[in-house]
């Protein structure tokens, strides 16, 4: 059965030691990992986990996911039975509803992408055999790429993306002259798409980015009779999972492509590594190269024009 490569499970004190010794007896390697309580792997049960401090948290990772979850963390730690049973914990998840989340909102370089996904009951139950969940939770990016595709291809599925490439992000940055503002037109425009392709559709879900009132508004803007939904964690919903995977995927490939037309690896984010080639690009190019390749209101701008 597959299911999720990856998990993160608030664990207490006394669960993280409780779990130290059940993995102890199992007979998992354990090694040092910064910023962690332990970590410890088991070849032939594919599985790793790590505890870390802060929280603290467990963050378990492998092929073995799903049944370390099932058989170990589940009865043995904490006491409570989500993994087979998403649809009894959140029954509004095998509903149809579109869900929408956004990717590249922290990153200098690179687009801002709004992705939304319709899904109901068979869908929902596709996506999380595929392992489908929380871009965030993934690391690699072929993986990405290969859960992008089996979205894309599942049976039903309607989907839609919106891409605000650094041109386009930063012409619309002086126009709305907030994020948030800016974000909420991005999500309100990706659910009245949705809403042309499947009219049916009663409820659409938004991880909470800033005030109700703002994606609302924007949502007002469109004239859709539809039922909004936001709320924080959103991404445990498999449709906002989807949507933030087709998010992700959309960014990467971006990334990729510039980083080959610019001769120059791209990192993510907004720290040291962006100033360093940052200070490259501008160094060779011009700071006008700024653009057409970054988000021109971050600090990280005003520092390599300065």
Request: with cysteine; aromatic share 6%.
């Amino acid at each position: 059965m597959s299911g999720p490569t990856s998990h993160t499970e608030p664990l207490t004190l006394d669960q993280a030691e409780k779990l130290r010794g059940i993995l102890e007896r199992k007979g998992f390697t354990f090694s040092a990992k910064p910023y962690s309580i332990y970590s410890a792997a088991k070849k032939s049960e594919n599985v790793n986990v790590t505890v870390y401090e802060k929280g603290p948290k467990v963050l378990i990772q492998g092929k073995g996911t799903r049944e370390f979850l099932e058989f170990v963390l589940e009865p043995e730690i904490t006491g409570k039975a989500v993994i087979g049973y998403e649809a009894v914990h959140n029954p509004e998840m095998n509903a149809p509803h579109f869900g929408i989340d956004e990717s590249g909102k922290g990153d200098f370089f690179g687009p801002l992408v709004v992705a939304g996904v319709y899904t109901d009951e068979s869908m929902a139950a596709g996506l999380i055999a595929a392992g489908v969940q929380d871009s965030k939770a993934i690391k690699s990016d072929r993986k990405i790429r290969d859960l992008a595709k089996k979205i894309r291809e599942t049976p039903g599925i309607a989907y839609d993306v919106l891409e605000l490439r650094p041109e386009t992000y930063n012409r619309l940055y002086a126009k709305f002259g907030n994020l948030n503002q800016m974000l909420a037109w991005g999500h309100a425009t990706v659910i009245a798409n949705l809403h042309q392709k499947r009219p049916d559709c009663p409820r659409a879900l938004s991880d909470q980015f800033a005030n109700p009132r703002v994606l609302k508004q924007a949502l007002g803007r469109q004239k859709i009779a539809i039922e909004l939904e936001q709320k924080t964690k959103a991404e445990s919903d498999v449709a906002v999972a989807a949507a933030s995977i087709l998010a992700r995927d959309h960014f990467v490939r971006w990334m990729d492509r510039a980083s080959t037309d610019q001769r120059v690896m791209m990192p993510r984010g907004a720290g040291p590594k962006v100033l360093t080639v940052g200070r490259q690009l501008v160094e060779r190019e011009g700071s006008q190269i700024l653009e057409s390749v970054a988000k021109l209101h971050f600090r990280t701008a005003s520092q390599l024009t300065n």
